[in-house]
């Protein structure tokens, strides 16, 4: 199973990206499907998930800002990110949880940059 994040870049204050994450096991495998961040000197926190029907949780220093949301016919999930600030630099990483075994995968992570 391989993750691949992509979308990244750098953005200005204000400003929109959305993030994919492209899975070669299949959504379908996978119960839970995350997106988590590391800022520069901090510890990697999750952002959010979404499960396999749909329900989507977020941190509180993101909700109404940033939307999860999966298309099983692209084995894809995405991060709408929208009003982003400075403090939502960091680098984001994708992960998967099967059924089952909880078995977790990683993608590669992608960096967001944003500027003020």
């Known amino acids: 199973v391989q993750l691949q994040a992509s979308g990244g870049g750098l953005v200005q204050a204000g400003g929109s990206l959305r993030l994919s994450c492209a899975t070669s096991g299949g959504i379908s495998n996978f119960q839970f499907m995350g997106w988590h961040r590391q800022a520069p000197g901090k510890q990697r926190e999750l952002v959010g998930t979404?499960?396999?029907?749909?329900?989507?949780n977020y941190v509180d220093s993101v909700k109404g800002r940033f939307t999860i949301s999966r298309d099983n016919s692209k084995d894809t999930v995405y991060l709408q990110m929208n009003s982003l600030q400075p403090e939502d630099t960091a680098i984001y990483y994708c992960?998967?949880?099967?059924w089952g075994s909880g078995t977790e995968y990683w993608g590669q992570g992608t960096l967001v940059t944003v500027s003020s």
């Open positions: 992960n998967a949880v099967t």
């Open positions: 979404v499960s396999a029907t749909g329900y989507t």
